[in-house]
C-alpha cells in the first residue's frame, strides 16, 4: 500500500468512532446458556474440529415477540451493520424487544456477540441500567473514583471532575453514604453525571433516564447535547420520546424484531418509525407492566389496574368536546391518603401536548381498590391520532414529585372534527420534550368512585 492509501485508510479510521460488521446475538429461549451437554460438544466438535459453521446458527429464527415459533433459539440481533462517525449523535429506536439494548449490551462489553465484530475507537462510558458499574456497598464517592479508574483516567483527572459530577447528580449530602441505601433516582442521577463528566471518547445511554423526575430529564438531555454538540463527543442514545431523539440527535436508525430496517436522517428515522408502528385504537385496557416505561422501578404503592375512554365514540373525539377517561386503581400501601393524578396527550410526533394534573386528592379509605373520572375540557385538538398516558404521583417538597405508578401508550384515539373555538394558548415548555398545553383547575374535573 502506498503512501497515500495509508493516509487515507488513517483518515478513515479517525472519523469512524464505531464499527458493527455483520452483528448477530442469538440466544436459546428459556435455559441459560445454549441448553444441554450434548449441543455444546455438538457445537465445539463442528466448529474447532471440523472447522464448520455452528449448526445452531442455521435454526435460530427471527425474535418476534408477538407470535411463537417451533425452535427454541432466537436471534436478539441479526446482521447488523452499520458504522458511527466521531461527533455523531445515533438515536437507536424500535418497539419493546426489538433488539436496541442488547445492541448496546453488546458494545459496552456486558455480553459477546454470537457472530460479527464491533471495534469501537475511544473509551466508553455506558449507562444502561439504573446502578450500572457502581458496587452497592461502596460509596458515591468511591464508586466514582472506581468508574474513572476503569476508563482510564488518573486519580488527578478525577479529581478536578468531582466536584461537577456531584453538583450536577445533587447528592452531595449523601457522597459518603453506600450506594444501595440511594433511591433509583438518586443512583441514575449519579451514575448519569459519571459517565457524562468524565470524558469519554463515546457515550451510550439507554432508556434510564426514564426513572428521573421532569428536572433531571431536562439536564440530562442538556448536557447530553453539550457533550456530543460542544465537546464533539459520540453519543449512542435509545429512547422511546421521539421529540428528543428529533431534537437530539443528527442521525436513526430503526430496529425491528433485531433486525436493522431502516438508517438516515434522524426525521426520516422517526417517521418510518412511527409510520411502520401505526395501530388500531385503543378505548380500553388492562394494565400490564408492558405499559410501563422500561427500568422505571416502579414501586406501585398505588397501581393502575384498566382504563377505559368513556366518550360515546371512544374512538373518534372531537375537538370542542370533552375527553372522558375512567382509570381503576389499587392501593398497595395502607397508609396512604393523597394521590395526584396526571393526564397526559402525546401526539404521532411523540410530543407531549397535554399535561393536566390533579391537585392531591383523598384516597378512599374504606377499599383498596377505586375508580377515577378524568374529563378534560377545551383541548381544543387538532385533527389526527393521539394516546393517553396517566400518572398517579404526589409532590413531596423536601424529595420532589414521587411516582407511585407510571403508564404510557395505554389508551388512543382520533380527533375527526375540527371547528375554532375558544381555547388556552400553547405554553413552549421546552423544545427536547414538546410543547406542554398548561391548564388550571378548571380544565379537569375529578370524580372518585
Known amino acids: 500500500m502506498n503512501e497515500i492509501g495509508i493516509v487515507e485508510r488513517v483518515l478513515v479510521i479517525m472519523s469512524t468512532a464505531i464499527e458493527f460488521n455483520n452483528i448477530g446475538k442469538m440466544y436459546r429461549l428459556g435455559r441459560v446458556g445454549t441448553g444441554t451437554l450434548s449441543h455444546d460438544l455438538n457445537r465445539f466438535w463442528q466448529t474447532k474440529i471440523l472447522r464448520r459453521e455452528d449448526p445452531y446458527l442455521k435454526i435460530g ?5 408477538t407470535t411463537k415459533g417451533d ?6 440481533l441479526k446482521n447488523i451493520n452499520f458504522k458511527v462517525k466521531e461527533g455523531e449523535v445515533l438515536g437507536i429506536i424500535g418497539k419493546n424487544g426489538a433488539g436496541k439494548s442488547t445492541l448496546l449490551k453488546l458494545l459496552s462489553n ?3 456477540p454470537t457472530t460479527g465484530e464491533i471495534t469501537a475507537y475511544g473509551r ?4 444502561l441500567e439504573v446502578g450500572t458499574g457502581f458496587h452497592p456497598e461502596m460509596t458515591g464517592r468511591e464508586n466514582i473514583y472506581m468508574n474513572g479508574s476503569i476508563m482510564g483516567m488518573t486519580r488527578s483527572e478525577i479529581n478536578r471532575k468531582l466536584d461537577e459530577i456531584v453538583d450536577f447528580a445533587g447528592v452531595e449530602r449523601y457522597l459518603d453514604t453506600p450506594v444501595k441505601r440511594y433511591s433509583s433516582g438518586m443512583t441514575v442521577r449519579l451514575g448519569f453525571a459519571v459517565a457524562a463528566f468524565l470524558e469519554p471518547e463515546i457515550l451510550v445511554v439507554d432508556e434510564v433516564l426514564t426513572v428521573g423526575d421532569a428536572e433531571f430529564q431536562k439536564k440530562a438531555l442538556g448536557k447530553m447535547n453539550d457533550v456530543a454538540m460542544g465537546e464533539g463527543r459520540t453519543v449512542l442514545f435509545v429512547s422511546h420520546n421521539m421529540a428528543a431523539v428529533r431534537n437530539l440527535c443528527t442521525k436513526g436508525v430503526v430496529l425491528q424484531n433485531g433486525q436493522l430496517v431502516f438508517e438516515g436522517k434522524t426525521d426520516d428515522a422517526v417517521d418510518y418509525y412511527i409510520e ?3 395501530s388500531k385504537i385503543i378505548s380500553n385496557a388492562i394494565i400490564s407492566d408492558s405499559h ?3 427500568k422505571a422501578m416502579l414501586l406501585k404503592e398505588i397501581e393502575f389496574l384498566n382504563a377505559c375512554i368513556l366518550n360515546a365514540d371512544p374512538g373518534n373525539v372531537a375537538n370542542n368536546e370533552p375527553i372522558k377517561v375512567e382509570i381503576t386503581l389499587k392501593r398497595n400501601k395502607l397508609q396512604l391518603k393523597k394521590c395526584q393524578y396526571s393526564i397526559i396527550i402525546v401526539n404521532q410526533k411523540d410530543e407531549n401536548v397535554i399535561n393536566a394534573v390533579t391537585k392531591p386528592i383523598d384516597i378512599p379509605q374504606d377499599r383498596n381498590e377505586f375508580t377515577v373520572v378524568l374529563c378534560l375540557y377545551n383541548h381544543g385538538l387538532p385533527k389526527g391520532r393521539y394516546r393517553i398516558d396517566f400518572v398517579a404521583s404526589i409532590k413531596d417538597f423536601a424529595n420532589g414529585s414521587h411516582n407511585y405508578d407510571v403508564i404510557r401508550k395505554v389508551l388512543s384515539f382520533d380527533v375527526t372534527l375540527l371547528e ?15 410543547h406542554i398545553l398548561h391548564y388550571n383547575g378548571e380544565n379537569l374535573e375529578v370524580h372518585i368512585r
Open 61 to 65: 429464527q427471527t425474535n418476534d415477540r
Open 110 to 112: 456486558i455480553t459477546s
Open 276 to 278: 411502520s408502528g401505526s
Open 292 to 294: 410501563r416505561p422500561e
Open 420 to 434: 375554532r373555538i375558544n381555547r388556552l394558548e400553547f405554553v413552549s415548555w421546552d423544545a427536547k420534550v414538546g
Open 124 to 127: 466508553i462510558a455506558s449507562l
Open 71 to 76: 425452535s427454541d433459539y432466537v436471534w436478539a
